[in-house]
């Protein structure tokens, strides 16, 4: 896989009809090895890790409702009190983080209305926090630890 800008973390492989299987911790269960779960397996691995971001805090790939339309949200972190605070959108390595990258993300946030919006593609990252009162956003030098999310 791709050489990321992330620390490295062991994971479990496995091939399975001859497709190349990554074990995900959070959802416990082996699933494909895409380009784009390699960049989520590995940015999950450095909030756990790094940025002390409790596993039982975290939802992969949930489904939710836009404009009628059934949509799946990458990452989703619970803060503290068990509510949802942060929206993160995988792209894979090749994918260039661009405006449509974020337009997604925020239309996911304006059903979800969480106050981080984080979208990686594991060699950039970038984070914002959304202040729906005055809505508006700034983007944040840093993924905040997880005790600073509310």
Not at 1 to 23: C, D, G, H, V, W
Not at 31 to 60: D, G
Not at 94 to 109: E, G, H, L, M, P
Not at 113 to 130: E, M, P, S, W
Request: charged residues 25%; hydrophobic residues 40%.
């Amino acid at each position: 896989m791709f050489k990321l800008n992330l620390p490295e973390y062991n994971f479990k492989y496995r091939t399975a009809n001859s497709k190349q299987q990554i074990f995900d911790a959070v959802r416990k269960k082996y699933v494909a090895l895409t380009p784009e779960e390699w960049v989520r397996q590995n940015f999950i691995s450095w909030l756990i890790q790094e940025l002390k971001y409790p596993i039982s805090h975290i939802a992969i790939e949930r489904e939710l409702l836009l404009n009628e339309m059934k949509k799946r949200f990458d990452v989703v972190i619970f803060n503290k009190d068990n509510n949802p605070a942060m929206l993160i959108e995988c792209k894979a390595p090749d994918v260039k983080i661009s405006q449509k990258t974020f337009d997604q993300a925020a239309r996911y946030n304006m059903v979800l209305k969480l106050k981080y919006l984080v979208v990686t593609n594991g060699l950039d990252h970038y984070c914002c926090q959304i202040d729906f009162l005055e809505n508006r956003y700034s983007f944040l030098e840093n993924i905040p630890f997880y005790d600073k999310i509310f």
